[in-house]
């Protein structure tokens, strides 16, 4: 059962990057689930609109294949939806006999949408208690660093998942910055000079062209 007391109240602003994420104790096909058990790892927490549709299938069997890369990585895998218990483990039951994929990741129920709605995950203009499709990348401290949302139509690229978490950790208390299409051992960028007069004067090159050799 979800503990609704550790989810902070509608505050009435969405929930952005740089915010700690709302803690919850959650009933999962693993077990009970406390948000802050997964501190000290990066998180991948993620919604899906219903189980037994074909977009969300397609996803689960990508992101369960791709567990390992994340696990290289220390970051978790959380995933959840409004259906009950009963309802993911007939659907991680089905996708084993569908696709000889076993989901390696709890996936919450949450059929009063108290952590879909203190995430934001049911779209307020919905019809019915359908979830987006929304990503939370947490950080090990429990902040929020990035989200994504996707219309439930369009399924996730789970290469862009683990990309946005290599970069993030590869960027995370550092000055470096990835630019597009950034990938491990890519170069990165400098920081912009925060002194105008010393780019103007030819004492550094131009920020857009700071590029720096990723050594890890």
Known sequence: ??????????????????????????????????????????????????DFTPVCTSEFVGISKAADQFA????????????S???????????????AVTIPFPII????????????????????STTVRATYFIDPDGVIRALTWYPHTVGRSVDEMLRMVAALQRTSGTELLAPEGWRPGDDLLSAPPQDQRASLSGESEPWFHQAVADRT
């Open 85 to 99: 218990l009963y309802a993911h483990l007939a659907w991680v039951r089905a996708i084993r006999q569908a696709f």
């Open 72 to 83: 290289a990585r220390n970051c978790a895998l959380l995933g959840l939806s409004v259906d």
């Open 1 to 50: 059962m979800s503990d609704q007391s550790l989810i902070p109240g509608a505050n009435g602003r969405a929930l952005r990057p740089g915010d700690l994420a709302p803690d919850f104790c959650a009933r999962t096909t693993m077990g009970d689930v406390r948000l802050t058990d997964y501190r000290g790892r990066w998180l991948l927490f993620f919604s899906h609109p219903a």
């Open 109 to 128: 129920e949450d059929p009063s949408m108290a952590i879909g709605r203190a995430y934001g995950m049911i779209d307020p203009g919905a019809v019915d």
